[in-house]
C-alpha cells in the first residue's frame, strides 16, 4: 500500500509582485546615490570656502606687508631720494612729529598706492582725538571707488596706513630714545618711536562699498576710544569687510651727528705734498 504524501510548492508570485519589488529596490539606490552626491557636493563647499579663505587671508597679509616693507626700506634708504624727502618733511609722516609740528596724538593717514610714489604728501590726512582733521581733509582715506587706490589694477585689495606716535608704557626701557653716544641735549640725537597700523580690505567681499569707506575713517588707535568697534578693525568685522590690520612699532632716528671731510686738492709739490681736508661738523 503506497503512501502518498502531499508536499507544498512555494506559489509563483505574480508579475505585477515582482515589478513592485524591483521598483522598490532601484528606489532604494536611487536615494543613496543622492544622499552621497550631497555629502560629496557639502564637502566640496566647505573645501571652496576653506581655500577662499586662506587665499583671501594671504592676499590681505601681503597688501598689509607691502606697505610696512616700502616704508622700511625707504627710510633706511638714500636719504636724498625724493620719497625719502617727503616722508620726513614737516608734511610728512614722520616729519610731522618730529619736527615739533604735529600733537602728541596725532595719526597721520595715507593710502598706500605702489604703482606709483606709494606715498604723496599732497593726498595725506591728519586727524587729531576727537575726531576732526587738521590737514587734507578726506584726502588721505582709501576710497574703494577709487581705481588708482587699489594696489594693483585688478582692483581686489587696497591699503591705508596710519601713522602714530607709540604712547608712553612703564614696559618701555628707560632712555630707548636717545642713541647711543650722544648727548641728551642734542636734538640729532633723539629717536622717536611710531605705531604704523596698515589695513589691508577687500571691498569687492563686503556687503557694500560705503561700510568699507566708512570705516576707514575710523582711528587705528584703540587706547583712544572705549568701543572698540569705533576702530578701523572693529568697524571692518562689524560690517563683515575681509581685512586685516598689521601692526608695527618702527624706531626712527634723527641723523646722528659726523664728521665730513671734503678734499679741497693738493699742494703744488715743490716743497711738500699734502692733501688738505676741510673737515665740518653737519647736523
Same mark, same amino acid.
Given at each position: 500500500?503506497?503512501?502518498?504524501? !502531499?508536499?507544498?510548492?512555494?506559489?509563483?508570485?505574480?508579475?505585477?509582485?515582482?515589478?513592485?519589488?524591483?521598483?522598490?529596490?532601484? /528606489?532604494?539606490?536611487?536615494?543613496?546615490?543622492?544622499?552621497?552626491?550631497?555629502?560629496?557636493?557639502?564637502?566640496?563647499?566647505? %573645501?571652496?570656502? /576653506?581655500?577662499?579663505?586662506?587665499?583671501?587671508?594671504?592676499?590681505?597679509?601681503? =597688501?598689509? %606687508?607691502?606697505?610696512?616693507?616700502?616704508? &622700511?626700506?625707504?627710510?633706511?634708504?638714500? =636719504?636724498?631720494?625724493?620719497?625719502? *624727502?617727503?616722508?620726513?618733511?614737516?608734511?610728512?609722516?614722520?616729519?610731522? #612729529?618730529?619736527? @615739533?609740528?604735529?600733537?602728541?596724538?596725532?595719526?597721520?593717514? #595715507?593710502?598706500?598706492?605702489? !604703482?606709483?610714489?606709494? #606715498?604723496?604728501?599732497?593726498?595725506?590726512?591728519?586727524?587729531?582725538?576727537?575726531?576732526?582733521?587738521?590737514?587734507?581733509?578726506?584726502?588721505?582715506?582709501? %576710497?574703494?571707488?577709487?581705481?588708482?587706490?587699489?594696489?594693483?589694477? !585688478?582692483?581686489?585689495?587696497?591699503?591705508?596706513?596710519?601713522?602714530?606716535?607709540?604712547?608712553?608704557?612703564?614696559?618701555?626701557?628707560?632712555?630707548?630714545?636717545?642713541?647711543?653716544?650722544?648727548?641728551?641735549?642734542? +636734538?640729532?640725537?633723539?629717536?622717536?618711536? #611710531? %605705531? *604704523?597700523?596698515?589695513?589691508?580690505?577687500?571691498?569687492?567681499?563686503?556687503?557694500? &562699498?560705503?561700510?568699507?569707506?566708512?570705516?576707514?575713517?575710523?582711528?587705528?588707535?584703540?587706547?583712544?576710544?572705549?568701543? @572698540?568697534?569705533?576702530?578701523?578693525?572693529?568697524?571692518?568685522?562689524?560690517?563683515?569687510?575681509?581685512?586685516?590690520?598689521?601692526? &608695527? *612699532?618702527?624706531?626712527?632716528?634723527?641723523? +646722528?651727528? !659726523?664728521?665730513?671731510?671734503?678734499?679741497?686738492? @693738493?699742494?703744488?709739490? @715743490?716743497?711738500?705734498? &699734502?692733501?688738505? /681736508?676741510?673737515?665740518?661738523?653737519?647736523?
Amino acid at each position: 500500500m503506497f503512501d502518498h504524501q !502531499r508536499y507544498s510548492y512555494p506559489k509563483m508570485q505574480s508579475s505585477a509582485t515582482q515589478q513592485g519589488a524591483v521598483l522598490i529596490v532601484v /528606489l532604494l539606490f536611487l536615494v543613496l546615490i543622492i544622499l552621497g552626491g550631497v555629502i560629496a557636493v557639502k564637502n566640496s563647499t566647505t %573645501d571652496l570656502r /576653506l581655500a577662499t579663505s586662506d587665499q583671501v587671508n594671504t592676499l590681505l597679509m601681503q =597688501s598689509a %606687508d607691502n606697505a610696512n616693507q616700502n616704508i &622700511e626700506q625707504t627710510i633706511n634708504g638714500d =636719504s636724498s631720494s625724493d620719497i625719502y *624727502i617727503a616722508m620726513t618733511s614737516s608734511g610728512g609722516p614722520f616729519g610731522h #612729529f618730529m619736527s @615739533k609740528i604735529g600733537g602728541l596724538n596725532d595719526e597721520y593717514i #595715507f593710502c598706500f598706492r605702489p !604703482r606709483g610714489q606709494f #606715498f604723496n604728501i599732497n593726498q595725506a590726512t591728519i586727524t587729531v582725538p576727537g575726531g576732526g582733521n587738521i590737514v587734507g581733509n578726506s584726502n588721505g582715506y582709501c %576710497d574703494p571707488a577709487e581705481p588708482d587706490d587699489y594696489v594693483s589694477q !585688478r582692483n581686489a585689495s587696497m591699503t591705508q596706513v596710519n601713522v602714530s606716535l607709540t604712547p608712553p608704557s612703564p614696559t618701555y626701557e628707560v632712555f630707548r630714545n636717545y642713541t647711543i653716544g650722544q648727548d641728551g641735549s642734542s +636734538s640729532t640725537s633723539q629717536a622717536y618711536l #611710531f %605705531d *604704523i597700523n596698515s589695513s589691508a580690505i577687500l571691498p569687492a567681499y563686503a556687503g557694500s &562699498e560705503d561700510a568699507a569707506k566708512d570705516c576707514l575713517t575710523m582711528t587705528s588707535k584703540y587706547e583712544s576710544v572705549t568701543d @572698540k568697534e569705533k576702530t578701523i578693525a572693529g568697524c571692518m568685522a562689524k560690517a563683515g569687510v575681509p581685512s586685516t590690520v598689521l601692526y &608695527e *612699532i618702527a624706531n626712527v632716528e634723527n641723523e +646722528s651727528q !659726523r664728521t665730513k671731510c671734503v678734499e679741497l686738492g @693738493k699742494g703744488s709739490g @715743490k716743497l711738500t705734498t &699734502e692733501l688738505a /681736508l676741510l673737515c665740518s661738523l653737519i647736523p
